[in-house]
């Protein structure tokens, strides 16, 4: 059986919502943050720019 948190994930992916936590993306050997989309050197643990950290 499904648990609650199972069918709201289901239900906002069927409508085109990200329901994986949010982390790093990589653009050419940097860490992207997801937030504001700035560069950052794959050590990085926090964003520079904003303050997002996964």
Known sequence: MATN???FD???SE???RTEAP???TE???KQCPECMGLHD???MECSVCG???
């Open 42 to 44: 794959m050590s990085a």
């Open 28 to 30: 050419y050997n940097k």
């Open 23 to 25: 982390g790093w993306e």
């Open 10 to 12: 289901e239900f906002l």
């Open 52 to 54: 997002w950290s996964p």
């Open 5 to 7: 948190g199972d069918m």
């Open 15 to 17: 409508r085109g919502h």
